[in-house]
Nanobody
Framework: QVQLQESGPGLVKPSQTLSLTCTVS??????????WIWIRQSPEKGLEWMGA???????VYTPSLESRTSISGDTSKNHFTLQLTSVTPEDTAVYYC??????????????WGQGTQVTVAS
């Protein structure tokens, strides 16, 4: 039973760094041929693909966020993280982590976390 769960602060101040963790259970983030993905959803933008990390540790970001986005994995803890720097209120969204197979780089995904609301406000 594969489960993903996001965790982290629900409120971040403008200009600060948003940091979230996706804890994975039921499988290893090093399992071959999977992508580990961060996505966010807001009323203004809908679903927005942010970036992905392969099971081998390769990371790709969407160009619009690449300059301030970092995705990394910790195999010993079986989780992967998202850091988004210099946040503004426009970064307010529900943030999801997800898993995708080799042909699901941009979706569809076989497993999603439940999502976590992050609000950027002072």
């Amino acid at each position: 039973q594969v489960q993903l769960q996001e965790s982290g602060p629900g409120l971040v101040k403008p200009s600060q760094t948003l940091s979230l963790t996706c804890t994975v259970s039921g499988t290893s983030i090093t399992t071959d041929n999977y992508w580990w993905i961060w996505i966010r959803q807001s009323p203004e933008k809908g679903l927005e693909w942010m970036g992905a990390m392969s099971s081998g540790g390769r990371v790709v970001y969407t160009p619009s966020l690449e300059s301030r986005t970092s995705i990394s994995g910790d195999t010993s803890k079986n989780h992967f993280t998202l850091q988004l720097t210099s946040v503004t209120p426009e970064d307010t969204a529900v943030y999801y982590c997800a898993r995708g197979g080799p042909r699901s780089y941009y979706g569809p995904y076989d497993y999603w976390g439940q999502g976590t609301q992050v609000t950027v406000a002072s």
